[in-house]
């Protein structure tokens, strides 16, 4: 680096901000097999229920998250990094923001489906705590789905994170006021602990490397449903 070179800025995790949506489609175009439209996915950030992040490197959004809140459970619905970015630990990062965020505090369970043959993002999500619950028959049409479960113990005191090594990541807080924030996000806490976390999860081996698979964690129900609502309009 050349004297006096100021260090680039470290990935960051924030809200998803409606400025934010031509970005987010053209990743989850790259990186899903059955990508949302911009339609569905103004819906899905109108609605009360959602969280939806993206992560910042270099002052570009590389990926996305976005989860769903029901009692005390959350819903992975669908996850992303752009193709040129994986392998660094991002979407291992932004778990672990979407479960550390105040709105996902209450959660003591985590659901997510992938396909039985994305063997690299299982792999991950096994990494992180998940288990293998169940399976779904024919969820994607052409291939069943396993379902993971991760159980989620109360927050420290304090509220420290409960799983601090899933977002390596520096989490930055939420950059516009509550009224401009999509997706019921109710800003960031740094996450303590993340730069802490073993060097086997910064380098992430298992990792995002095939994370268009987490288009595995789309809801293909909701999406169909979207699509039903369309054509009736």
């Known amino acids: 680096m050349a004297s006096g070179a100021r260090p680039a800025p470290e990935p960051s995790v924030r809200p998803m901000l409606a400025d934010d949506l031509p970005a987010v489609l053209r990743i989850a175009e790259a990186s899903l097999p059955s990508p949302w439209s911009e339609a569905i996915w103004r819906d899905e ?29 959350t819903h992975v619905m669908t996850v992303a990094v752009v193709p040129r970015r994986r392998g660094r630990g991002h979407a291992r990062a932004l778990v672990g923001a979407a479960l550390e965020a105040p709105a996902s505090r209450k959660s003591h369970r985590v659901h997510l489906e992938v396909r039985p043959s ?48 899933l977002a390596p990541l520096a989490l930055a807080p939420c950059l516009a006021p509550p009224s401009e924030v999509l997706g ?31 288009a595995d964690h789309v809801d293909q129900k909701l999406h169909q449903q979207h699509q039903r609502d369309k054509r009736k309009q």
């Open 118 to 165: 994305n063997t690299p993002a299982r792999t991950l999500y096994a990494s992180l705590g998940f288990v293998e619950t169940g399976l779904r028959p024919k969820y994607y049409g052409d291939e069943d789905a396993v379902l993971m479960t991760l159980e989620l113990p109360g927050p420290s005191p304090g509220g420290t994170p409960r799983r601090p090594s």
């Open 184 to 214: 019921g996000a109710e800003g960031l806490e740094e996450v303590e602990g993340g730069r802490e976390a073993k060097q086997e999860a910064e380098e992430d081996p298992t990792g995002d490397k095939r994370i268009d698979g987490a």
């Open 45 to 73: 950030l109108a609605g009360p229920f959602g969280l939806y992040l993206v992560l910042e490197e270099e002052g570009e959004i590389v990926g996305f998250i976005g989860v769903k809140h029901v009692a005390d459970e």
